[in-house]
């Protein structure tokens, strides 16, 4: 879910970069990281349907992908029209450098110039949702850099009056960024806000891990009980830390070869699931890989999604219509584009 100008946590990607080839039982992607590989992006390109401006609507459940720049409010009215969002799920630029690779998508600014960047699309932000909504903000922090983006960017959501902050969410990723002298990084933050006084589905918390520790004893109506006889499930709940989430990599289903950062399809049904109903508006300004789209489509709610890059956007459509005729979220190792692909090299998976 980002635009061709973001950037990438340092908490814990894992860079492929070579095509689908299995060595020593380790297989890996098909189609390179497009932001480091200019070769496989002019080669995409062409295959995209839509060029700035351009919005694609879904005719079956009525979703929009467009290509629209987030900082601008007159491209955020162009896909909502007089609609509003009961949820809005962004995960912007962190301006955080990957690899000391500086890449067009994938490079530091002034933290100044990305604040500046951040107020314009938080703004149109605001103006997109409903009277009461939701809005989540996924977001990073450099500690080569005092930790900057994430402290800044709280401090100027302040600044929205209208906004009201509800919670700052862990995941606890199972794969990590290593480090020799350091805490392995393995932890995403969510930011939670909040305008006006939305509903929240609070059953959606509950994971499937199973309650396995007793404790917590209190009196209920002269007899003693613990946390398992009063809880509502037989469930954990999820709380402000997700630790019942993979991050997602190259041997999952749901893994879009080519797109970096990608968030699992998991948490974002999960924030739907607490903060909307069926048919309810879910806006995502940093399209990205598409997990939003798809999450809306697998839970009834409609989803309007935008990237300014048009490839992100032809990636996001052509995830939905791969999961409406196979039912698989993702290609895993598997190239999205096979028109591109070399036939004499191409390896065929089983």
């Not at 002269?222 to 989430?245: C, F, H, P, Q």
Request: net charge positive; glycine share 6%.
């Amino acid at each position: 879910m980002r635009n061709k100008t973001e950037t990438l946590s340092l908490f814990g990607s894992e860079l492929l970069t070579k095509k689908g080839v299995e060595k020593k039982g380790r297989t890996t992607e098909e189609l390179e990281r497009l932001d480091l590989h200019g070769k496989s992006q002019k080669k995409i390109l062409p295959l995209c349907r839509l060029k700035y401006r351009d919005i694609w609507e879904d005719p079956v459940n009525g979703h929009k992908v467009g290509v629209l720049d987030a900082t601008k409010l007159e491209d955020v009215k162009k896909i909502m029209g007089v609609e509003k969002a009961k949820l809005v799920v962004n995960d912007p630029p962190y301006n955080v450098p990957v690899g000391n690779a500086n890449t067009n998508a994938l490079f530091k600014i002034d933290i100044e110039k990305y604040l500046e960047f951040s107020e314009k699309w938080m703004r149109n932000a605001i103006l997109a949702m409903d009277k009461n909504a939701h809005i989540y903000i996924w977001l990073g922090a450099d500690y080569k850099d005092n930790l900057q983006p994430l402290p800044d960017f709280i401090i100027m959501m302040r600044t929205f009056k209208e906004l009201k902050p509800r919670n700052i969410i862990t995941l606890r990723n199972q794969r990590g960024y290593g480090t020799q002298k350091n805490w392995m990084w393995v932890r995403q933050e969510l930011l939670y806000y909040i305008k006006g006084n939305p509903e929240f589905n609070v059953e959606a918390e509950y994971t499937d891990i199973p309650k396995i520790l007793r404790g917590y004893y209190k009196e209920v109506n002269g007899r003693i009980t613990e946390n398992l006889e009063r809880s509502k499930s037989k469930y954990i709940r999820a709380g402000n830390v997700w630790v019942d989430i993979q991050q997602v990599f190259y041997r999952m289903e749901e893994n879009v070869p080519g797109c970096y950062a990608q968030k699992p399809l998991k948490a974002i049904e999960r924030i739907i699931s607490s903060a909307t109903s069926e048919k309810d508006i879910v806006v995502d300004f940093f399209a990205h890989s598409g997990t939003t789209l798809i999450a809306g489509e697998r839970l009834k709610r409609k989803a309007y999604t935008f990237d300014i890059d048009p490839i992100f956007a032809e990636i996001t459509i052509r995830r939905l219509e791969h999961f409406r005729k196979t039912e698989k979220t993702g290609w895993q190792w598997r190239n999205p584009f096979p028109e591109i692909e070399d036939k004499k090299e191409r390896i065929r998976w089983t």
